[in-house]
């Protein structure tokens, strides 16, 4: 009750029931009771005492369980530091790392697909020289029996042939020469280095069998 008479208290109930329990036995406290509660003047001088106290601490160096627990504050907060950038600079590394494996794997996968390329193009290379040989291998022979065919056409003999008969065997010349012709035109492989070119149309004089 007191208590709530105080102005400082502002009508609020005591907040220590539970200290008041134990120490109202005291004689101390006893003697309260004969006192008059404190004016408001006094809480007021009460208050700017507590402040006078505290401006008056100030810039006062700091007690020793206070100034260790700044220390240990100011310490772990130095090692937080420390772990973020550790943490950072471990991060920029696996990241600079990360990229130089993935420049290595484009440089690689480059290197095999011009390996690649690179043997497509000698697989070509080495078909297209398989097939001019062919061609030449069927050339030759075309040639080989071209030349046969107006060698045997040549040896016949004109004695007892009559105009018909001779003026077959001119046309069938004529055919052969110019089948000669087209051939050395349609191949240039045999132009000058076959063994029928070295004069007029590579074919065999009709002398020996000469009516």
């Given at each position: 009750m007191r208590y709530k008479e105080m102005a400082a208290s502002k009508g609020k109930p005591f907040p220590f029931k539970h200290a008041w329990a134990i120490l109202q036995t005291f004689d101390k406290w006893k003697l309260r009771d004969q006192e008059t509660a404190p004016k408001k003047s006094a809480m007021l001088r009460m208050d700017d005492s507590e402040d006078e106290e505290k401006e008056r601490n100030l810039g006062k160096p700091e007690g020793t369980k206070k100034g260790k627990q700044r220390v240990k504050m100011e310490g772990e907060a130095s090692s937080l530091r420390e772990k973020m950038e550790q943490m950072m600079k471990a991060r920029e590394e696996l990241t600079r790392k990360t990229l130089e494996t993935n420049i290595l794997i484009t440089e690689k996968k480059k290197e095999v697909k011009l390996a690649q390329v690179e043997a497509k193009r000698e697989e070509a290379k080495r078909k297209a020289d398989l097939e001019e040989r062919m061609i030449k291998v069927k050339e030759a022979k075309v040639w080989?029996?071209?030349?046969?065919?107006?060698?045997?056409?040549?040896?016949?003999?004109?004695?007892?042939?009559?105009?018909?008969?001779?003026?077959?065997?001119?046309?069938?010349?004529?055919?052969?020469?110019?089948?000669?012709?087209?051939?050395?035109?349609?191949?240039?492989?045999?132009?000058?280095?076959?063994?029928?070119?070295?004069?007029?149309?590579?074919?065999?004089?009709?002398?020996?069998?000469?009516?």
């Open positions: 080989k029996e071209l030349m046969v065919e107006e060698k045997e056409h040549m040896m016949m003999s004109k004695k007892d042939m009559d105009e018909e008969q001779l003026q077959w065997w001119k046309d069938y010349k004529e055919d052969i020469a110019e089948r000669k012709r087209i051939f050395r035109g349609a191949s240039s492989t045999f132009r000058g280095d076959t063994p029928m070119s070295g004069g007029g149309d590579g074919g065999v004089d009709d002398s020996n069998g000469g009516a």
